[in-house]
């Protein structure tokens, strides 16, 4: 019975400090990223390690594109209610449509994003993430 009420308060804690170190999502800073025929609007993005961000991806074209972006959202921590929107570090982007994604950049350094649609980064859709 001991053992159970120690696991008990050891589970609670850890619950409590997870919700501690939870970002404040409301606080979280905005980007905008524009995904239009062969590139991206900006090509580089500059963010900070640990600030918590909301990046909006918006298509302004008629057909879709994506970002692809696989080692800079396999080392950021993405929001719970977000994950299902990336898939194997891709954001799909339905023509004309918006897509949000909250997140926060746990490692500095420099990631290569690009769009995968056949031929769209050899014209260009390309870009790099710089986290600070």
């Known amino acids: 019975m001991r053992g ?4 008990a308060l050891a589970a609670a804690l850890l619950a ?14 905005p980007v905008s990223v524009e995904l239009s025929s062969f590139r ?11 600030t918590p961000y909301r990046i909006r991806f918006t298509n302004r074209a008629s057909g879709g594109h994506d970002f692809v972006a696989k ?4 080392e950021s921590s993405v929001a719970p209610d977000d994950r299902a929107k990336i ?9 004309g449509e918006s897509v949000e994604v909250r997140l926060v950049p746990n490692h500095a350094g420099s990631y290569k994003s ?3 649609h ?4 050899s014209f ?9």
């Open 124 to 132: 260009g859709m390309t870009g790099e993430i710089i986290v600070r």
């Open 4 to 7: 159970l009420t120690v696991s």
């Open 71 to 74: 080692e800079f959202f396999a």
């Open 114 to 116: 690009h769009c995968s």
């Open 16 to 29: 409590h400090a997870a919700q501690a170190q939870a970002p404040d999502w409301s606080h979280a800073q």
């Open 40 to 50: 991206f609007a900006p090509s580089t993005l500059t963010l900070h390690q640990g």
């Open 118 to 121: 056949f031929m769209h980064s």
């Open 87 to 95: 898939s194997k570090g891709r954001v799909d982007v339905d023509g």
